[in-house]
């Protein structure tokens, strides 16, 4: 019921620019966080940025003071931010949604993953 569309991901040198979206549609109630996880080959999914509810932001301390996630509440739509880019962040960036549909159930959503590639 509910999906998620994710756009921005690409080829940049490194020092360069991308912003994330992605884009949540379907039955959704509230919102209890959204985010960002990213995967490199050989290497276990981690939580690169996540925006909770009450307004608290956490972001993995590689990417702090680089990226910058925020949120269009009338769009429900999050944003990655990335700056200054290095190669080391290149990997398949997904969106992470925790929801609440309107008979109270809580929900966990992925996107299907976009790529991003920081070339030297």
């Known amino acids: 019921q509910v999906q998620l569309v994710e756009s921005g991901g690409g080829l940049v040198q490194a020092g360069g620019s991308l912003r994330l979206s992605c884009a949540a549609s379907g039955t959704i109630f509230s919102i209890n966080a959204m985010g960002w996880y990213r995967q490199a080959p050989g290497k276990q999914r981690e939580l690169v940025a996540t925006?909770?509810?009450?307004?608290?932001?956490n972001y993995a301390d590689s990417v702090k003071g680089r990226f910058t996630i925020s949120r269009d509440n009338a769009k429900n739509t999050v944003y990655l931010q990335m700056n200054s880019l290095k190669p080391e962040d290149t990997a398949v960036y997904y969106c992470h949604l925790d929801s609440v549909d309107y008979s109270y159930t809580t929900k966990t959503s992925w996107g299907l993953g976009t790529q991003v590639t920081v070339s030297s």
């Open positions: 925006l909770i509810s009450g307004g608290r932001t």
